[in-house]
């Protein structure tokens, strides 16, 4: 057990026994990774805001039933991915219009860090391929962004994201693999030759 998972179940521990305070540690740990997974997931900031929001609240309320057979993040990272994909299940029964709030050019949330400027040519390549690797994203399943996301972004290992979508590690690594080759196909023809 690593020094994290063993803080963790050090929190889940004190929870148990009446502390209520000491849930605070792991939402402090985990939200921003979340709000990533949702936001990448959903994309949709909002959403993505709730979904965490709903996350710590279903886990703080679900802690008796946590057997800590897998680390307190993964069962995070399982109920945020189930809560985002009722949001896309919602969205499909309820069809409207999607309109991001953040002004043309600005990048998401989780993408501003300030930086040196790059070369004019350089931001607009670098706009275009976001635009063009948000696009793809979008065109895999629920599950096969969901994968991709949690192993190519936040680096989830298979074992993880299998109990994360709730199924077979072999199914996990399939969903990836399909992701990455629909993303490949998707981004060929925008890629530009390296100089």
């Known amino acids: 057990m690593d020094k994290m998972e063993s803080l963790d179940a050090a929190a889940v521990a004190l929870v148990r026994a009446g502390d209520r305070d000491a849930f605070r540690p792991i939402v402090e740990r985990y939200s921003e990774m979340l709000f990533r997974v949702a936001y990448r997931i959903t994309d949709n900031e909002a959403d993505a805001e709730e979904i965490v929001q709903e996350t710590f609240l279903r886990a703080y309320r679900k802690l008796d039933?946590?057997?800590?057979?897998?680390?307190?993040?993964?069962?995070?990272f399982r109920i945020a991915t189930n809560c985002s994909l009722d949001v896309l299940d919602r969205r499909k029964l309820q069809p409207?219009?999607?309109?991001?709030?953040?002004?043309?050019?600005?990048?998401?949330?989780e993408e501003r860090v300030p930086s040196e400027q790059p070369n004019p040519e350089r931001m607009a390549y670098s706009t275009e391929m976001q635009t063009n690797i948000h696009e793809?994203?979008?065109?895999?399943?629920?599950?096969e962004r969901t994968a991709f996301?949690?192993?190519h972004v936040e680096g989830c290992s298979i074992?993880?994201?299998?109990k994360a979508l709730n199924v077979r590690s072999g199914?996990?690594?399939h969903s990836i693999f399909r992701g990455v080759e629909k993303m490949r196909?998707?981004?060929a023809p925008t890629m530009r030759p390296a100089r």
Do not use: C, M, Y
Request: aromatic share 6%.
């Open 171 to 173: 199914a996990a690594r």
């Open 65 to 76: 039933s946590f057997d800590g057979r897998s680390s307190v993040s993964t069962w995070l």
């Open 136 to 143: 793809a994203l979008h065109s895999l399943s629920s599950v």
């Open 159 to 162: 074992e993880e994201i299998a």
């Open 149 to 151: 996301v949690l192993r």
């Open 96 to 109: 409207q219009l999607l309109a991001t709030a953040r002004p043309e050019g600005e990048n998401a949330p």
């Open 185 to 187: 196909k998707f981004l």
